[in-house]
């Protein structure tokens, strides 16, 4: 059974910095990313890294937010800088197996920026 498992989160003050990690389990993971969801929004895509280490950032994250994987680990990352009261959400990590159909998610961490 796969499972997404992350870890980080919390409250940090605007222009801080945050990590968030991710470890898969159960088989190993082709494409990852993060994805936020603010209340009353839509989930959106935040970043998302191949295993080839190819990465895409939503435009309100370039140059602010970094992902990063460890294949070896089975773990994706998300290092937060510059953090901004609008970036606000619940964070998901996301990712698709190797040997697994579907797209499967982790149960989600709260990331909060105080003005």
Not at 13 to 37: K, N
């Amino acid at each position: 059974q796969v499972q997404l498992v992350e870890s980080g989160g919390g409250l940090v003050q605007a222009g801080g910095s945050q990590s968030l990690s991710c470890v898969a389990s159960g088989s190993s993971a082709g494409v990852m990313g993060w994805y936020r969801q603010a209340p009353g929004k839509q989930r959106e895509l935040v970043a998302s890294i191949t295993r080839g280490g190819s990465t895409n950032y939503a435009d309100f994250v370039k140059g602010r937010f970094t992902i990063s994987r460890d294949n070896a680990k089975n773990t994706v990352y998300l290092q937060m800088n510059s953090l901004k009261p609008e970036d606000t959400a619940v964070y998901y990590c996301n990712a698709k197996f190797l040997l697994r159909a579907g797209v499967y998610w982790g149960q989600g961490t709260q990331v909060t920026v105080s003005s």
